[in-house]
C-alpha cells in the first residue's frame, strides 16, 4: 500500500493450516514485494492486527484463542524476519483506524467499530483517539453477556477462550446452530444462512433473529456505557446485515432513549487501511498524515 492509502497489491493465505504462522508471513510479504519491483528500502514499516488481545508498546500478542497465541512476541519476531519497523495491534484496534481514516471517522470524534466474523469484536475512538484500555482490553465485548440464563448453562465456544456473544454471534456459531436443527445437512457458513433466511427458509430465519437479538442487546450495552455518536458494523458477516438494520435500530430504541446511528462500513478492505494507517501514526518520521 502506498502512503495514501491505495492498495498496490494483496494475497491471502490460510491463518489455521499454517504450523509456521510467521514464517509464512514473512515470506509472503517478500513475495509481495519482488512481484512488485519493491524492495524494502522503500518501505516505512508494517502494520498487523492480530484476533486477541495484543500489548501494542511491546508487541506481544497476549492472548488471541483462534490462532493459538498466548504471549508471543509477533513485532520481534517478524522483525527477526524482515528488515523493516513492525507495528502491532488487535484486528479491530486496526479496522477502527482504517475507518477513521477513510470512512465514517473521517468526520466523527467520538464512534465505534464492531467487527463481525469468527467472533465479534470492537474498536473504540473516543475525543479522537483509539481506545485500548489499562490491559489492552478495551472492546473485548466478546465476553459480554447478552441472556443471563442460557450464560449459566453451559454452551459451546467458537474456540477455546471465545466469550459468550462470540458464541452467539460469531459465523462459527451460526454455522453450528443450524446444523443443530439440520443434523443431516450439509453444513452451512454463516452468509449461506443468511442468504436462505432473506429467501424464508424457516430455521435460517430463527437463528438469524437469534443472531440479531443477541447483537442488538450487546448494542445497547454498548451504548449505554460510551454514548458513541456512530456505531459501524464491519467483518464478512456485516455485508449481511443490511436487511436486519432496522430491526436492530427498533430493539434499540425500545430499550434505550439515547440516539445512536448506526449504519455498514462502506470502506472497501477496511482492515488492511487500518494496518497501514497505524504504520504512518506511529512511525517516527517528519511524514504528515
Known amino acids: 500500500m502506498n502512503l495514501a492509502g491505495t492498495i498496490i497489491d494483496q494475497t491471502t493465505l490460510a491463518t489455521q493450516t499454517h504450523t509456521h504462522l510467521i514464517d509464512s508471513i514473512a515470506t509472503t510479504t517478500k513475495n509481495l514485494l519482488e512481484n512488485n519491483n519493491l524492495d524494502f528500502k522503500k518501505i516505512y514499516g508494517i502494520g498487523v492486527g492480530v484476533p486477541g488481545i495484543t500489548d501494542f508498546h511491546k508487541g ?33 484496534n486496526v479496522a477502527a483506524l482504517g475507518e477513521q481514516w477513510k470512512g465514517t471517522g473521517k468526520t466523527k470524534q467520538n464512534f465505534v467499530m464492531i467487527t463481525l466474523g469468527t467472533g465479534i469484536g470492537c474498536g473504540l475512538i473516543i475525543n479522537g483517539n483509539l481506545y485500548r484500555g489499562f490491559a489492552y482490553a478495551a472492546g473485548e465485548i466478546g465476553y459480554m453477556i447478552t441472556n443471563m440464563d442460557t450464560a449459566k448453562k453451559n454452551y459451546t465456544q467458537a474456540f477455546h477462550g471465545y466469550g459468550f456473544l462470540d458464541s452467539h454471534v460469531g459465523g462459527p456459531s451460526i454455522s453450528s446452530r443450524m446444523a443443530d436443527i ?51 458494523l464491519g467483518g464478512g458477516i456485516s455485508k449481511s446485515m443490511h436487511p436486519y438494520l432496522p430491526s436492530i435500530t427498533t430493539t434499540i430504541q425500545k430499550h434505550l432513549p439515547i440516539q445512536t446511528t448506526i449504519s455498514i462500513t462502506n470502506v472497501e478492505h477496511v482492515s488492511l487501511l487500518g494496518a497501514a494507517y497505524l504504520v504512518l501514526r506511529e512511525h517516527k518520521s517528519v511524514l504528515i498524515v
Open 60 to 92: 506481544i500478542v497476549i492472548d488471541a484463542p483462534s490462532l493459538g497465541w498466548r504471549n508471543k512476541p509477533i513485532k520481534e519476531e517478524l522483525e527477526q524476519l524482515l528488515p523493516c519497523p513492525v507495528y502491532l495491534d488487535n484486528d479491530v
Open 182 to 232: 439440520n443434523p443431516n445437512e450439509e453444513p452451512l457458513s454463516a452468509k449461506e444462512i443468511f442468504q436462505l433466511a432473506n429467501k424464508g427458509n424457516p430455521n435460517a430465519k430463527h437463528v438469524v433473529n437469534e443472531t440479531i437479538s443477541h447483537l442488538s442487546f450487546a448494542l445497547i450495552n454498548l451504548i449505554s456505557i460510551l454514548n458513541p455518536a456512530h456505531i459501524v
